[in-house]
Every structure is written in structure tokens, then in C-alpha cells.
């Protein structure tokens, strides 16, 4: 179950357009943070331990999807969050890179709130699947 | 797809953050353009990301037409480094043509960003979206329940030293009503800065079509102004500083033989001036206005001159210019005559400091807030006064037959029985008796109805009302002054006193 999301993108918009989205598909009492640069997303990823997927925007200030996934990787704790990337319409090349940085799965924006629920629900099966294993 | 966007409810939030967006877009693209940017790769990767941005959004809100004119924009600086003249043209008309879009797509209702915080930037994360009628109809119901006060208050006088306790508890009241009113203006104030960056691009379009090199520099962009007082202030310094590109900053020849820096400046200050006012100062290094010259102007096209002498009156005289031909900009918006008389309605006013040879200053001073009320014109015996329209419930022309005279008041006969009459000029002593024709105007209040008469009814405006000084005296039919034009001073009527006034003619209180 899903408990606490941490949504990074700098547009104001998106944010809210990913709480109508949870709020409508995932259970009631999650939690999201919000971050609107990777630089603000590291800190709270460093004050949040218990985050349980990551949706990151690619195309922000200060520091950016890429950079952030870059600098997230050698922290264990940050590493094992799944991450979801969203990159927008003509720019794929961005999406490869992400996952090659260790993203767990992409999407394009513009996308459809039903696409971004069933990347959230694959997502977190496999993350759960893994972890049964690993225990 | 036949499908709204799901997220139909964020178009408001989508049209204000992308305005906010295009905005940064415009400002580095006119930093870039004249080369004033501190460093223009990071600006441009900056553009590209705002660009990219409004692109994804307005694919995620469905609007292909913004998405396509973005990505065509992105693409455009993608690989540049550097700019010529045209291609940033090309790119601000791009600008332009999103705006199109954007208004398009929100349907041309304007909103406020509401925030304790107006002036720190990055509001976009703990601001509130408003709707401008909003605000607008809780500043109007305060307005009017502080009328209603003041009555209130004044029957409680009468009652004298028995109602002591309701007196002191209205004064609490009403001091609380105050203060909600002030806080309601001040839900309206916003930056200067987006006023800025439209008159830096004015500076850019003008320039360039004027073939003159000119900086353009702002400060002081924080500064907060009513946003009901925006568009005035728009207009008017949109017309300064235009006539500042093609009348005041000489051409490089002039400027050189003067001695000057080849490149002209153009430089716009903000500033609270007042407790309750603002100053913005529009200054240029350029020859400063020619009096000759405009007295000339003036005098070819006929047009009638008070003073000669009088550089201000001359230079906001209407349908002057000292341009022989007219170009595309000229013809935009209203005239700089207009602008003047409309800042002076809302209770501001211009200064002037002309130097010839080294450049103008103007200075417009606005208050920080207003609290406007539309007016119904009416004149009676050759006399103008105002009457708040929101008390006015119908309007008709009275001929000699529909008067009838009982008990020496006028009165007309309407379906449910007679309208008494109150008649303007002889309540404000202009006239002896009540008049035989004209125009009455009912209003109606705590369920009483009364028409006024008076001669003809004239335009209606929205002005800003100046409560009487109490070294007036009490007179209590009067709202307060309004200035509806250049030098025109009306009385504006209290609807709620005009009800209470004694009917009959040369009847005393």
C-alpha cells in the first residue's frame, strides 16, 4: 500500500493535476510532498525516509530530473525508491536516460490520469514482489 | 478526442502559471536582444524550459494549438546561441500569439493572484486564484454597508445620551468594518512587474521600427498598485514611454554631435511615495520636448491653445502630435489626452521636468488603492451632479401631463399608486419650484420608493469619491466630490438622504 508519494516537477499545475489523480485512484490517507527542484526533492527524500514512489519531472531549474536521479544513486536508502518519470512529447531521448539512470518506469506527457494509475499499480506490484523475495 | 481534458478544473491555475511562464519568456528574450542578458546561454536554456513547460502543460490540458506554437518556439532557439534582431522579433511575436491562445482558452476572465505575499515571486506555491468580480463585489458590498454606517450612526446621534451602550458598540462595529474594507483593497494590489516588462517591450518594438538603439531599465518592479488602477497606469505609461522612443531619444547622429552616449536610455522607477500612493517615474537622456515645435504642431491642425506658455496643458491637448505621418503605434489604444483625464478621475496626477537637450522626466503618481463607484450623470438647471447608479431601479422622461401636485409636492402616477417626487433643483436651491418636465429616476430603499427629478441624465462612469471636508458642515444629501473630467468637480447625491429630504416645495427641515 501505498503511504507517502514525493511529486517533483516546477510547475505549479502539475502538482496539482498528480494530487487530483491520487486523490482519485489511490487510497485515502497517502501522503504527498511536494517538491518543485531536484535540489528540494533530494532534501526532503533526506528528511521523508518512508517515501514510497517518486514521480519526477525532467525539464526543471536548479537541478534536474536526470541530475537528481544521478545524485540519488549512490544513497541506498534513495536508491530503492521506485521513480516514475515524466518527460513530455518529443523529447524520448530524456525518457531513455532516466531509465538508464535507474528510473523504474516513464511516461509522456500529455498522458491520460488511467495511464498514470496503472504505471503506479505495475510499479508498486514489482516493488512489493521484490521485496517478498528479498525478506 | 470529444472528451473535455479531466483536468478542466485546473484551466484557471494552467492560463495564469503559463502567463507567468511567457512572461519570463518575453523578459529574456528582450535581455538577449540587446545583449544586456548576464549570461545568454544559461538565458536561452531558461527560455527553452519555460517554452518546454507550457508545452507539456498545454498538452496535458488538451490544447494542441498552444502546444504546437510552443514547440515550434522551442525549436526555433534549440541549437542558437546567438540571436539577430529579426529571429528575437520573430520569437516575441510568438509570445504574443501564445498569449492569443491562452486568452482564448480561458475565455477572457481576468484573475488576481491573491497572496499576503504578492510581491515575493515565488507565490506560485502558497497563492490563491481569485476572480477579479469577486473582490470586486465584496470591496462594492463594503462600500456600501460603510454608507449605511454612516446613517446608522447618525440616527444614534439623535438619540443622544440614552443610547450610549448601541453608540459604543456601533463604534466597535465600525471600526472593524473599516478595517475588513482596507484588507478587501488590499486583496487587489499587485506588481508592477508584468506593467514593466509589457513597456520594456514596447521600448524593444518601437526601436527597432525607429532604427534607434535604446536601454531600457526597470526598477522597483515589487511595487503594488490596485489591479483596478493597472490599466490606466498601462495606457498612460505605455503612451510615455512610446513617445519617449520616438520623440524624446534623438537619432545616433544628434546624440553624438551632442556629446551623449550613442545608445539611448529609457530608464522606469517604482516607488511608494506615500503611505497610500505610488510613483512611477519614466525618465529618458533624450532632447527633451521641443515647446516651439508643439505650440507649431498645435497651431497647424487648429487645434485651440489656453495658455501657450503652459508646456503640460499643451502637451496632453487632444489630437496633437508632432508626427507628420502616422505609423502602426500611433493609433493604438487611447489617446495620451484620455490617459490624463482618467488618471486624474482615479486621484492622480502627472509632473513634467523637461530638460531640452538632456532628456524628460515624467512622474505619475497614483493613489496605492481606490474604492470606485459607478455614477449616474444628471444635471438639473444647467448644474451637474452624480447619483451612485446602484440606488437607480428605472429611469423615464416625465411630460406635463403625468405631473400632479398634492399638498404642494409633485408626484407621478405609477401602477401601484403615486411616486413622490423630489425635485433636484430646488432641493439644492437653483430653482423655486418643481419643475414641469424632465427625467426621474427611482430609487428605492428600505422599502420605500421616491423618484428624483431633474432636467436629463448624462453618461455613466466609474469615479472615485472624496468625502466632503467636515469644515463643509454637515451636509448631509452629499456623498462626497468626484472629478468626472479634466477640472470638473461634481457633487455626488446620497441616494439614502434624497429619500429623507422633505417633499414639499420651499418646505424647511
Known sequence: ?135 | MGDPSPFGDLLEEFVIESYRRLEAVEQALLQIGEHTAENTPEALANVRRELHTIKGNAGMMGFRDIQNRTHWMEDAISGNQRFTAEQTSLLLLGVDEVRVLLRAAAGDDSTIEASSEAAIPDTAQSGLLVQVAAVDAIVELLADSMILGSRLSRQIELLGEPAEAVSLAWEALEKTLTTIHRRALALRLVPLNPLFASLHRIVHDESLSEEKDIQFSASGGDTLLDKSLLDVAAEALGHIVRNAVIHGIEPMKTRLARDKFPAGTIRVTAFASGAEEICVTVEDDGGGIDHERLLMAAKRKGLIVDDPDDLESLLYLPGLSTREETTLSSGRGIGLSACISAVRRLGGRIELDNRIAEGTTFRLYLPMQVSMIRLMLIEADDARYAIPLSAVSSVARMTRKDLHVINGAGAIGRRRGFLPLLDVGVTFGTSAKIREEGTVVTLSAGGKRRGLLFDRPGAVLDCVVKPLDPICGGETSILGTTIVSEGVVLLALDPIAMMERPLAAGASV
Open chain 1, 1 to 135: 500500500m501505498i503511504r507517502k508519494i514525493l511529486v517533483v516537477d516546477d510547475s505549479q499545475l502539475l502538482h496539482k493535476m498528480y494530487e487530483l489523480v491520487l486523490r482519485r485512484y489511490v487510497v485515502h490517507g497517502t501522503t504527498i510532498l511536494h517538491a518543485y527542484d531536484g535540489v528540494q526533492a533530494l532534501d526532503l527524500a533526506g528528511i521523508h525516509t518512508d517515501i514510497d514512489l517518486i514521480l519526477l519531472d525532467v525539464n526543471m531549474p536548479n537541478m534536474n530530473g536526470i541530475e537528481f536521479l544521478r545524485l540519488r544513486n549512490p544513497n541506498p536508502v534513495l536508491a530503492c525508491i521506485p521513480v516514475i518519470v515524466i518527460s513530455t512529447e518529443g523529447k524520448e531521448r530524456d525518457a531513455t536516460l532516466a531509465l538508464s539512470e535507474g528510473a523504474a518506469d516513464y511516461l509522456t506527457k500529455p498522458f491520460d490520469p488511467s495511464e498514470l494509475h496503472a504505471k503506479i499499480e505495475l510499479i508498486l506490484d514489482k516493488w512489493n514482489g521484490a521485496n517478498r523475495a528479498n525478506g
